[in-house]
């Protein structure tokens, strides 16, 4: 298991012994967000400090950092089955990386159209869609193989929190601080059209997953 902190510090647990195993303490400010690559062997982090971090869990070094985006980095995935990274930044871009080139990773496209700064980046698990959600309620969905806007889904005037893709890769849901879980189905001709709206929080939804 690793967990990110406020302390500026990732902790790498082992549950076999119920203790904290690593400590890696690069950053130099709060660290937003975590995620294993699907080998195992590598975690990617995201930080206030402007960049995110490819830590090697065998040297526990850090392995390259990325370096780009102007304003804190919120959110960082890596794309399912691949070396590249996706991450979402408070200067309301979202980026993706390659971490094969060397050992400062390039950025291989950002993408531009949110007017608030982004919270939070998913990618369904064929890696064809990606879908970016901002402090203003709006949730961007971007062709993957182009790297172009799909279409816009307005879940304002609240902050869309969070998302997640189903299996299939055709329901976004999207965690609103409105206190409500809003569902799209891309299957359909209205794709920007809600689909759904699940209520029974009493205060902002900060994160979803699917089974």
């Known amino acids: 298991l690793a967990t990110s902190s406020g302390d500026a510090t990732i902790k790498v647990w082992d549950f076999l012994n119920s203790c904290c195993s690593a400590t890696l303490s690069d950053h130099s400010l709060a660290v937003w967000s975590v995620a294993y690559h699907d080998n195992g062997e590598f975690l990617v982090s995201s930080s206030m400090d402007q960049t995110a971090r490819l830590w090697d869990l065998q040297t526990l070094k850090c392995r390259s950092t990325l370096r780009g985006h102007l304003d804190s980095v919120n959110h960082v995935t890596f794309v399912p089955f691949t070396n590249n990274v996706l991450t979402c930044s408070a200067d309301k871009t979202v980026s993706l990386w390659d971490l094969r080139c060397d ?17 939070h980046v998913a990618i369904d698990l064929r890696a064809q869609t990606i879908a970016s959600s901002d402090c203003e309620g709006t949730v961007i969905v971007w062709d993957m193989r182009t790297m172009t806007e799909r279409t816009r889904l307005d879940t304002g005037p609240y902050p869309a929190n969070k998302m997640a893709f189903d299996p299939s890769g055709t329901v976004l849901a999207v965690a609103s601080d409105d206190g409500a879980l809003k569902l799209y189905n891309f299957n359909t001709k209205e794709e920007d059209k809600m689909s759904r709206e699940l209520k029974g929080h009493k205060d902002g939804v900060l994160d979803v997953v699917f089974d």
């Open 103 to 119: 050992s400062n990773s390039v950025n291989i496209n950002t993408l531009f159209g949110h007017t608030g700064a982004c919270n």
